[in-house]
């Protein structure tokens, strides 16, 4: 049964917060210490749930009683009984191959707003199949990619296009961006979804390769063949290698492009983007070579039935990540180069965008990411770019909404500057 969304018990649920990163997320919240908000956890186990209220309870005393949901992906009436009780739910619970399509059916079965962390586009793309439409239609916010794949990426490509638009009213033709520096672990569930992509036979290899796969339109840009080293004066003059995430980051911004330009506000007709990763030489030439022998390898092995579990069982398992000390010392800083459309004899323009987040980028500022996506809904519903509902990007749904809620207190920085 389907209940009046005003009425609802709760602003935010977060499922799966037993799990690795739903407890760092459920435990942002509490940093918060907002008294309006009403929240509670969920996910399969009550003994976990409850070691998760032990530790939320050290950071804020009124959280001892915080109520403790059950449910399961596997039992949709768990489902239901949860996501009709709360207007929106943050997801962790990955890989979303696996787990996450029954939360999404239910989140439109019930109304409900939905944010996840996901890096699985190859999932996203069987969701939008299935399930933008009726989210448009009951008018639902369904929004994947809310953590470090893809906020930094999405939001900063959105930040120079209105910074361009506004200043010099050009569109934008090309922006490359480098993850300049980083320092952060990967979790086991992480390692586990890519792993899950690897293996996702639902798309072919020229679906995967589709630079507009997510898109909902077509623009300039052909799949790219295999990426190679290359200096680039944009970026200190740093060795260009590949980035691995990219592939996911790419294709959400792109989505972005296409339905900021089926709203008539598109980035540029002639939009073009890519990512990489800045390195020293050395560095930068063992990521390319492992990019042409170790991860072909790892793939061909995990699509051979007989050896496809016995290769996942050498990587880490979902649950697992780096402790409390490695993510106190987790950074990082994204520089975007964009370029503006303009006439051939005129000066030209180009813009430097920069995003840094200081904390662990997988934990600490996807906790945060996700968390302020959420808030964007509970806050801030009637000004969000993408109200109307359906399968949305960060960009797209949240818009300035989110930027101003990442920047508040300095809690990260995404700025623009000339060149």
């Known amino acids: 049964m389907v209940t009046d969304y005003q009425s609802r018990k709760y602003d935010l649920v977060v499922f799966g917060a037993s799990g690795f990163t739903g407890a760092l997320t459920s435990e942002y919240i509490a940093e918060l210490k907002d008294d309006t908000l009403s929240w509670a956890i969920a996910g399969r186990n009550l003994g976990k749930l409850e070691k998760v209220r032990d530790r939320l309870a ?34 962790t619970v990955g890989p979303f191959l696996k787990y996450g399509t029954p939360l999404i059916e239910a989140c439109v079965r019930q109304g409900t707003h939905y944010v996840d962390i996901t890096g699985e586009y190859t999932w996203a793309k069987s969701i939008i199949d299935k399930f933008d439409a009726e989210a448009k239609e009951k008018q639902v916010l369904i929004v994947p990619f809310c ?5 930094p990426s999405d939001l900063g490509v959105f930040m ?11 569109d934008v033709s090309q922006v490359k961006m480098s993850l300049m520096h980083v320092v952060g672990g990967y979790s086991g569930g992480t390692i586990q979804s890519l792993l899950g992509m690897l293996t996702d036979s639902a798309l072919s ?9 997510l898109a909902t339109r077509r623009g300039i840009e052909k799949p790219s ?11 200190g003059n740093k ?11 790419e294709r959400v911004v792109r989505r972005s492009w296409s339905i900021w330009a089926d709203r008539d506000k598109s980035y540029g007709s002639l939009f073009s983007y890519h990512e990489s990763m800045s390195l020293d030489f050395l560095p930068a030439i063992i990521m390319t070579s492992l990019l042409y022998t170790i991860f072909p390898l790892t793939a061909l092995l995990l699509n051979i039935p007989i050896l496809s579990d016995k290769v996942k069982a050498l990587f880490p398992g979902s649950g697992n990540g780096p402790d409390a000390e490695s993510r106190s010392k987790g950074n990082f800083e994204i520089q975007f180069v964009a ?26 500022d996807t906790c945060r990411m996700v968390t302020e996506s959420a808030l964007c809904i509970v806050k801030s519903l009637k000004d969000l770019p993408g109200k109307q509902g359906g399968i949305l990007t960060p960009a797209s749904a949240f818009g300035h909404v989110l930027l101003d809620r990442l920047r508040h207190n300095d809690g990260m920085v995404f700025e623009v500057q000339d060149m």
């Open 339 to 364: 370029t503006a459309e303009n006439e051939p004899y005129d000066d030209p323009v180009r813009v430097r965008g920069i995003v840094k987040g200081f904390r662990d980028p997988g934990y600490g």
């Open 58 to 91: 050290e950071l804020d005393s009124s959280l001892k009683d915080i109520d403790l949901l059950i449910a399961d992906s596997s039992q949709p009436e768990s489902l239901d009984k949860v996501l009709s009780q709360t207007r929106v739910v943050i997801s």
């Open 205 to 213: 290899a020229e679906a995967k390769a589709d630079p507009y796969l």
């Open 160 to 170: 120079i296009s209105e910074y361009i638009h506004e200043k010099y009213q050009l």
């Open 147 to 151: 953590g470090f794949d893809s906020v």
């Open 225 to 235: 063949i295999f990426p190679t080293c290359r200096r680039d004066h944009d970026f």
């Open 239 to 249: 060795w260009q290698s590949f980035f691995l995430m990219s592939p996911v980051n």
